[in-house]
């Protein structure tokens, strides 16, 4: 059976109310074929569902199978003490998640404590952010959606509860490795009132904001046909659009002990961590993204095993390795694998509008032979759902003599076809 997504709904208690219960039962309603949903406390009359917009497509939903309740329900504990909602979830030993909003540092949020407020970003992955969303999924298969416009404290794995079935002995102030790697608890809080701006973060001027929007906005823009076709993918075939990297995924043995030196010079969690990469990520098959933060005008990119390019040059720039780089104050730090084929569009303001036609950039990286298959459909509608989709074949190819050359099949007739001019990019330069 193919793993699907699973939520939770959890209404919040109404500010100032009397309520005072421990460890409450809760009843789960399974609402839609995967989703089971319950209610902590008297819910506000405020809701995110309402709030949306969006009804789930059940029909839909239905036709991806049987799924059963992800974890155990007597570990999901619920309690509303003076008028504060407390929800505890269980996590397994490794167990990985990953959410909670627009983060710039990293997507691997296990070990962190966030504040779910919406505020600037202040340098800091601590939830505090432009687009704070309660909601998480875990490598393990279900997601969890807690809809409560409230503000909210999470500890994500930060700690171990002493009633747990894996309580390490104590060993004093000093944590140990073992310790470490049984942090098995996602706890949830209402926060009655967070300063907007607290003493940890620094105001941002025009400039840093201004650099920020055109630098990611622009990317993210032109990347738009590319995105599309993995988030389809995601869709369609339950493939992740985003992913985090790890040390066991073809890095050389030099590599990996420079990692794993500085996980545990830089970071105190570094065990719980330490075969992650927190502060890059795959998106889709082909692009590597290695951003840097504020303040910092270099870093390290770990490049794993194969051939990867530079995404604005073409230039070779590794494998199997760390690379120390200074992209300059205009540039996010992005590679391409070998073989990768990107489509791209020109940086607009929107999306393309339902029927409107956009001219088509594909660039090809490397030297292998590349295959991708490009989404299409209106890009307003839920007519996909009918069928009203194209997936558009992309090939490189070269020939005897080293000459690459590009084709693109045409869309199904009566299927949307939005593309205009295609023309081709070969980003080869060694």
């Known amino acids: 059976m193919r793993n699907i997504l699973?939520?939770?709904?959890?209404?919040l208690p109404l500010s100032g109310s009397l309520q005072n219960i421990t460890a409450q039962t809760t009843t789960w309603t399974e609402v839609a074929p995967g989703v089971w949903k319950t209610v902590v406390g008297i819910p506000d009359k405020l809701d995110l569902f309402d709030a949306a917009g969006i009804k789930p497509v059940v029909e839909t939903l239905s036709k991806m199978g049987i799924a059963k309740f992800p974890?155990?329900?007597s570990d999901i504990v619920a309690e509303v003490v003076k008028g504060e909602t407390y929800l505890r979830f269980p996590l397994v030993k490794e167990e990985q998640i990953f959410g909670f909003g627009l983060n710039f540092k990293t997507v691997?949020?296990?070990?962190?404590i966030l504040q779910l407020h919406v505020d600037h970003y202040g340098g800091t992955d601590n939830g505090r952010t432009h687009a704070p969303v309660p909601f998480y999924v875990s490598d393990r298969g279900y997601g969890v959606f807690i809809n409560s416009s409230r503000y909210l404290t999470v500890y994500a794995g930060t700690a171990v509860?002493?009633?747990?079935?894996?309580v390490p002995e104590v060993r004093g102030s000093k944590t140990s490795e073992e310790w470490l790697r049984r942090m098995q608890t996602v706890c949830f809080s209402p926060m009655a009132m967070i300063n907007a701006w607290s003493s940890e973060t620094k105001p941002w001027s025009f400039p840093d904001v201004a650099k920020e929007v055109k630098e990611y906005a622009l990317l993210r823009m032109q990347l738009i046909p590319y995105l599309y076709s993995e988030f389809a993918r995601y869709h369609f075939e339950g493939t992740p659009p985003f992913r985090g990297m790890n040390l066991e995924e073809g890095f050389d043995a030099r590599a990996k002990m420079e990692l794993k030196n500085e996980n545990l010079n830089d970071n105190p969690y570094a065990e719980a961590v330490l075969k992650e990469i927190k502060d890059q990520y795959m998106t889709g098959e082909y692009l590597l993204v290695a951003p840097l933060f504020t303040g910092q005008t270099s870093?390290?990119?770990v490049l794993s095993k194969g051939k990867w390019y530079d995404f604005y040059t073409g230039k070779y720039a590794g494998g199997g390795e760390v690379i120390n780089v200074t992209p300059?104050?205009?540039k996010i730090p992005v590679y391409v694998k070998d073989g990768g084929i990107i489509p791209m569009m020109l940086?607009?303001?929107h999306a393309p509008a339902a029927g409107q036609k956009f001219d088509l950039e594909i660039r090809y990286y490397g030297s292998k032979p590349g295959n991708y298959r490009l989404y299409d459909d209106d890009g307003e509608t839920f007519d996909y759902e009918k069928g009203m989709y194209s997936w558009r074949e992309i090939k490189v190819i070269q020939d005897k003599k080293g000459k690459l050359s590009g084709t693109i099949s045409k869309a199904e007739k009566g299927k949307p076809d939005n593309l205009?001019?295609?023309s081709w990019k070969f980003m080869s330069g060694e």
């Open 6 to 11: 699973i939520s939770f709904y959890v209404g």
């Open 71 to 73: 974890v155990s329900e």
């Open 108 to 112: 691997h949020q296990r070990g962190k």
């Open 161 to 166: 509860r002493k009633d747990s079935p894996e």
């Open 299 to 301: 870093r390290k990119v």
């Open 328 to 330: 300059g104050l205009d």
């Open 347 to 349: 940086p607009a303001l």
């Open 420 to 422: 205009g001019t295609v």
